[in-house]
């Protein structure tokens, strides 16, 4: 489901660099961010740099499944 939402330019040009340097589009940047704020409110006590290698993994994992042989 799609839905539209305002959303600073400034925050929309940062998201749009950042999604060309991971190579991801710009909703799936803003979503990036948005699981990554999610996760830190939940647990305050994770390191930043842990929490990201957690959604880095479950990423790689989704995208693709290693086959043997």
Sequence with gaps: MSTSVEIADDLVAEA????????R??????EYWSRIGKV???NPDLPYSLIKEILSARE?????AYQFG
């Design 16 to 23: 749009s660099r950042q999604g060309q340097v991971n190579h």
């Design 25 to 30: 589009s710009l909703p799936k940047q803003i």
């Design 40 to 42: 830190v409110e939940e």
């Design 60 to 64: 790689e994992t989704v995208l693709e």
